[in-house]
C-alpha cells in the first residue's frame, strides 16, 4: 500500500515558544492535508484566522444541536408528464441568533468534518418521520420526503439499523423515505457500500444519487448498486441553452439511466425552456425555482389539503404550487 506524507513547515518568530512552533507546524500540516496528498504548506497567519473561525463554526453548531435550533425546507419535485407531485426533499436549515440564516452549503461541510452531521442526521430523519405522522394525524395523503445522507453518517458501522430503528419507532412505511448520496460517497469502500446499500433496499428504501455527474467518471458502480434515481446535477440544467456540452451531458445521462432502468430527477430547474428541453429529452420529474422553492414546514399541509382535494385534477398540482410556493 503507498503512503503519503503530508508535511507542514513553520518558522520560528520572535516571541514564539517551541510549543507555539509546533502548533503552527501543525495548523499547516492539516491544511496540506486538506489539499491533497503529498503535500506540503508553509504557516502563516490566516491559517491561523480560518481555525479560530471553524472551530467557532463548530462550537456553534454542537450549541445549536443541542438548544433544537435547526429546522426542515421542503421542496416539491413534480412529475410533470401526469402532474403529479412526486415528493419532497427535506433541507436542513439553521437561523442562528447570533449569525443569521447560515446557508448549508457553510455549515454542513464543517459538520460533516467535526462529526456532527451524525447526531444532525438522525435528527433530520427523526423529524421527517415526525412531519409525516402529523400529515397523517391531519388526515392528509403522506408524500416521499427525501433526505440527504453524507459519507460521515453512511459510513458507520451500524447505520442501516439506525435507520430502521427511526422508522420503526414512527411507524413510517419505509417506502416513504428516499435516501440521497453523493457519488463520491460510492466510491471510498466499494464492497461496504455495496453491504449498506444492499441492506437499505431490503429495509424497502429508495436510494437515489444527488449531484449526478459531478462526482466519480467510474459508471460501474451504477450495476453493482441498488440506485433507483439519477438527480440530474444543477450545473448541467443551467446550462441548457446556453452550452451544447451541459445539453449533451444532460442527454447521456437519460439515455444512461432508461438503459439501466433508473429514474431521472432533474435539479435546480428555473425557466421554462430548461423545462421544456427537459420533457422533450425524457425527463418527467424536475425540481427547482420553477415549481417552487423549499418552503416552510407549515406550507406543506395546506399544499397536502389542495392536491388531496384536487383529485385526479391533472392541473391540481400546478396551480396547488403556485399558490403555496
Ligand atoms: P442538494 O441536496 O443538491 O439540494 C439542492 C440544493 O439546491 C438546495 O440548496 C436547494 O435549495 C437548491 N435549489 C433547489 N432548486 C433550485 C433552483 O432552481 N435554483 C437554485 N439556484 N438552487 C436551487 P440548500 O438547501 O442550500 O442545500 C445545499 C446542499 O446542502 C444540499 O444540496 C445538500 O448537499 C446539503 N444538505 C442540505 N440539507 C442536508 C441534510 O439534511 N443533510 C445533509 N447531509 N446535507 C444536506
Ligand atoms: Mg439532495
Ligand atoms: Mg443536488
Known amino acids: 500500500m503507498l503512503s503519503a506524507a503530508s508535511i507542514g513547515i513553520a518558522f520560528s518568530e520572535p516571541g514564539d515558544d517551541t510549543e507555539q512552533l509546533l502548533r503552527n507546524a501543525d495548523i499547516a500540516m492539516y491544511q496540506a492535508k486538506d489539499s491533497g496528498r503529498n503535500n506540503f504548506k508553509f504557516f502563516h497567519q490566516a491559517m491561523h484566522a480560518s481555525l479560530m473561525e471553524y472551530h467557532e463554526l463548530e462550537r456553534d453548531i454542537r450549541k445549536a444541536l443541542e438548544l433544537g435550533q435547526f429546522h426542515l425546507a421542503y421542496q416539491p419535485k413534480v412529475n410533470v408528464h401526469i402532474n403529479q407531485l412526486q415528493g419532497l426533499e427535506a433541507l436542513l436549515r439553521w437561523n442562528s441568533p447570533s449569525r443569521g440564516p447560515v446557508n448549508p452549503n457553510d455549515f454542513i461541510p464543517v459538520a460533516e468534518e467535526s462529526g456532527h452531521i451524525i447526531?444532525?442526521?438522525?435528527?433530520?430523519?427523526?423529524?421527517?418521520?415526525?412531519?409525516?405522522?402529523?400529515?397523517?394525524?391531519?388526515?392528509?395523503?403522506?408524500?416521499?420526503?427525501?433526505?440527504?445522507?453524507?459519507?460521515?453518517?453512511?459510513?458507520?458501522?451500524?447505520?442501516?439499523?439506525?435507520?430502521?430503528?427511526?422508522?420503526?419507532?414512527?411507524?413510517?412505511?419505509?417506502?416513504?423515505i428516499e435516501i440521497e448520496l453523493t457519488e463520491g460517497l460510492m466510491m471510498e469502500d466499494t464492497e461496504a457500500a455495496q453491504r449498506e446499500l444492499a441492506q437499505l433496499k431490503r429495509i424497502g428504501?429508495?436510494?437515489?444519487?444527488?449531484?449526478?455527474?459531478?462526482?466519480?467518471?467510474c459508471l460501474s458502480y451504477l450495476r453493482r448498486f441498488p440506485i433507483d434515481v439519477l438527480k440530474i446535477d444543477r450545473s448541467f440544467v443551467k446550462e441548457i441553452g446556453t452550452s451544447r456540452d451541459g445539453e449533451s451531458i444532460i442527454d447521456a445521462i437519460i439515455s444512461l439511466a432508461k438503459s439501466l432502468r433508473l429514474e431521472t430527477v432533474a435539479e435546480g430547474v428555473e425557466t421554462p425552456a430548461q423545462l421544456n428541453y427537459l420533457l422533450d429529452h425524457g425527463c418527467h420529474v424536475v425540481q427547482g425555482f420553477l415549481f417552487g422553492k423549499p418552503m416552510e414546514k407549515h406550507l406543506i399541509e395546506p399544499l397536502l389539503a389542495a392536491l388531496d382535494q384536487g383529485g385526479t385534477d391533472s392541473t391540481a398540482v400546478v396551480r396547488a404550487l403556485k399558490g403555496f410556493g
Not at 460521515?152 to 416513504?176: E, G, N, S, T, Y
Not at 428504501?205 to 467518471?217: A, E, H, K, M, V
Open 119 to 176: 447526531p444532525l442526521g438522525y435528527w433530520v430523519l427523526d423529524e421527517v418521520c415526525r412531519t409525516i405522522n402529523s400529515w397523517r394525524e391531519n388526515g392528509l395523503t403522506p408524500v416521499p420526503v427525501s433526505v440527504n445522507v453524507s459519507a460521515r453518517q453512511f459510513q458507520q458501522p451500524d447505520f442501516h439499523r439506525r435507520i430502521a430503528d427511526v422508522l420503526h419507532k414512527h411507524d413510517i412505511d419505509p417506502a416513504l
Open 205 to 217: 428504501l429508495r436510494i437515489s444519487i444527488d449531484d449526478f455527474g459531478t462526482g466519480y467518471s
